[in-house]
């Protein structure tokens, strides 16, 4: 049985590049990796849906934020089964967003913090109803809002198929997720949560496999 770690943070933070970075160094250590990006983008329809519904299409569909929240838990129902088989073969599964994304961001959508209703909801359709499997641990990388947001801005300026959608305008809200994030490592929410402000990919590799 593989471990299964979830990388966690906000939009520009580099999430991306540190999986990339991190999948490279175990594949080179001679580890079997395994990773898939939530949203599945392409491959799951409720996850185009609700991207589509961030860029403006859909009528009111992104002014619910539970409906929001339910189109990304069932992109990642979908993907249960094939997660569990990737962590039965391989040494590593490494998620880029998981759960969590749908608890900080929806429960920053309502002002709520880590310790309210929508948080709970959440592991309550996703971990008990989807049957979700849980990570053995979390990776928050907090980075400075202002560094992520500054991040997700110019990327959006320099890359044309990368618009930014409702949520990473949102200056105020990457601003709350920032702080339920910070509340679920604190509390350890489903499992231990390593925290990084750098994304030092050699360092994190190590710490990891230590646990
Ligand atoms: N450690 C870093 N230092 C500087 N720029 C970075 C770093 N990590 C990522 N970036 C840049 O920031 C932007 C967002 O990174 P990305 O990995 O796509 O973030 P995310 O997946 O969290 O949205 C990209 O343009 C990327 O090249
Ligand atoms: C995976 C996931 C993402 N989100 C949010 C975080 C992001 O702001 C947004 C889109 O995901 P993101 O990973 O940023 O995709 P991209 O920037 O490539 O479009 O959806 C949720 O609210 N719940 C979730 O379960």
């Given at each position: 049985m593989g471990q299964l770690i979830a990388v966690e943070g906000l939009d520009g933070a580099g999430k991306n590049t540190l999986v990339t970075e991190l999948v490279d160094r175990w594949r080179r250590d001679g580890l079997r990796v395994w990773t898939v990006t939530f949203p599945r983008y392409g491959e799951s329809v409720t996850a185009d849906l609700a991207a589509e519904a961030l860029h403006g299409?859909?009528?009111?569909?992104?002014?619910?934020v539970y409906a929001m929240a339910l189109m990304f838990a069932l992109d990642r129902a979908d993907a249960a089964d094939e997660i569990r088989a990737a962590v039965a073969a391989h040494d590593i599964v490494l998620l880029d967003r998981y759960v969590a994304s749908n608890a900080a961001y929806n429960a920053a959508r309502l002002s709520q913090?880590?310790?309210?209703e929508m948080v709970e909801w959440v592991r309550e359709v996703e971990f008990?109803?989807?049957?979700l499997p849980v990570p053995d641990h979390h990776v928050l990388l907090g980075v400075a809002p202002e560094v992520a947001l500054d991040r997700a801005a110019r990327r959006a300026a320099t890359d044309a198929t990368r618009p930014r959608d409702l949520y990473e305008r949102d200056t105020d809200l990457q601003l709350r997720v920032d702080r339920v994030y910070r509340q679920l490592a604190q509390s350890m929410w489903m499992s231990p949560w390593l925290s990084t402000a750098d994304g030092d990919p050699a360092e994190l590799a190590q710490r990891l496999l230590d646990e």
């Open positions: 299409q859909h009528g009111d569909l992104r002014e619910s913090e880590a310790d309210g008990h109803r989807f049957r």
